[in-house]
C-alpha cells in the first residue's frame, strides 16, 4: 500500500486549507486513516482519522475547526482544516491502518502565519 498526500502551504490565522491522503489499496479494508501532525520543536500528535465505517475522530485542539471526510471511491481522505491558527503550524502526515499495519505518506507544510 503506498499513499500519496497533497495540499498544505501557508496561510494567515483564520483561513482555511485542505489536505488529501489517497492510497493505492482499499479505504474500505482500512480500519482507518487519517493525519498526524509534528509542530516545530515537539512530539508528533494525532490530528484526526476516520475509520472504516466513516466515524471521525478528531484530537480536542482541532474540534469544531477541522473536518475529515473521505471519498470512497477515489480512496481519499480528505481533512477540511478552517479558523487556523499559528499553532496549527506543523508538518502534517497521512497514515493508513490496515489490520495493525501502518502505512505513511510524505508529510506536507502546513504553516499558518499570525
Known amino acids: 500500500v503506498q499513499l500519496q498526500a497533497s495540499g498544505g502551504g501557508s496561510v494567515q490565522a483564520g483561513g482555511s486549507l485542505r489536505l488529501s491522503c489517497a492510497t493505492s489499496?482499499?479505504?474500505?479494508?482500512?480500519?482507518?486513516m487519517g493525519w498526524y501532525r509534528r509542530p516545530p520543536g515537539s512530539l508528533r500528535e494525532v490530528v484526526a482519522f476516520?475509520?472504516?465505517?466513516?466515524?471521525?475522530t478528531y484530537v480536542e485542539s482541532v474540534k469544531g475547526r477541522f473536518t475529515i471526510s473521505r471519498d470512497t471511491d477515489k480512496h481519499t481522505v480528505y481533512p477540511q482544516m478552517s479558523s487556523l491558527k499559528p499553532e496549527d503550524t506543523a508538518i502534517y502526515y497521512c497514515?493508513?491502518?490496515?489490520?495493525?499495519?501502518?502505512?505513511w505518506g510524505q508529510g506536507t507544510q502546513v504553516t499558518v502565519s499570525s
Open positions: 489499496g482499499s479505504i474500505l479494508t482500512a480500519n482507518n
Open positions: 476516520i475509520s472504516s465505517g466513516g466515524t471521525p
Open positions: 497514515y493508513a491502518n490496515y489490520f495493525g499495519a501502518y502505512t
